[in-house]
């Protein structure tokens, strides 16, 4: 079967819970996505997923001034910054229909599949459900780092003494125990790190969970201690989208012995 079976609803969104597998659509089994779905695809989802995501955190950045420009090129137009917003809620509304359509699709691929060869159901549903759940975990550390890196650019947006001091004790106090606590977890409580190896990744785990960083010491901001958590959190976004990666390509497995 062709590979562009990897959609993007399971490399960035990946379809619903274990329930949405529950019932093969009759409509689903009798039409075959190979033929349908596949056939004029140029762009894999997973693709215009990333390329809509990246485009709408540009334009926040944009519309929050985190980026300052006066014009922005959309579509090909020059436009000035205040209409940022606009297409903004624009784009996020083309990512909201793309993405229901694409868990859609993956629902398809699933019923016709599974319609064909009944023994593999239960293994794909389970695959599927994989997939889902680290998603949610991906989406759930998204939020943590960016949390994170809103603090810290709060921190370097006003060098003001009260203001470093009440956002740094924050951002120490508050905002890094969720982040590591979340990494703990995912280090020895979630066991991904056992079922989808990586050698490198755990060794930087390793060596940021025993760190106690101070991050400012009343006159000094510790630049490199900021960096670390920076690459830290975007390197576990990078693991656990490998892990997404790695069980997206079990489930083609199964689906080509369908």
Request: net charge negative.
């Amino acid at each position: 079967m062709p590979e562009q079976i990897v959609f993007g609803a399971t490399l960035i969104n990946a379809v619903g819970a274990g329930e949405t597998f529950t019932n093969i659509l009759p409509e689903n089994a009798n039409r075959n996505p190979y033929e349908q779905l596949f056939k004029d695809m140029a762009v894999t989802p997973g693709t215009t997923i990333t390329g809509l995501l990246n485009d709408i955190n540009l334009l926040k950045a944009i519309e929050s001034e985190n980026i300052k420009v006066q014009y922005f090129d959309f579509d090909g137009m020059k436009h000035e910054a205040y209409r940022s917003y606009v297409y903004r809620k624009q784009l996020e509304e083309e990512l909201e229909n793309f993405t229901k359509q694409t868990k859609a699709n993956d629902k398809w691929v699933y019923d016709f599949c599974c319609s064909r060869n009944h023994a593999l159901s239960k293994e794909l549903k389970d695959r599927y459900l994989s997939i889902s759940l680290l998603q949610k975990t991906y989406e759930e550390f998204e939020k943590n780092t960016g949390r994170a890196i809103e603090v810290m650019d709060s921190i370097y947006a006003n060098m003001q003494l009260d203001n470093v001091n009440s956002r740094v004790n924050y951002f120490r106090s508050e905002v890094m125990p969720e982040v590591k606590g979340f990494l703990k977890e995912l280090r020895h409580a979630g066991n991904l790190l056992n079922r989808y190896p990586q050698d490198s990744f755990s060794t930087k785990l390793d060596a940021f969970l025993k760190e106690e960083y101070t991050y400012f010491d009343g006159a000094t901001l510790f630049n490199d201690q900021f960096s670390h958590v920076s690459v830290v959190c975007q390197s576990t976004l990078q693991y656990i989208n490998h892990c997404i990666i790695t069980e997206t390509g079990n489930v083609l497995r199964v689906q080509e012995t369908s």
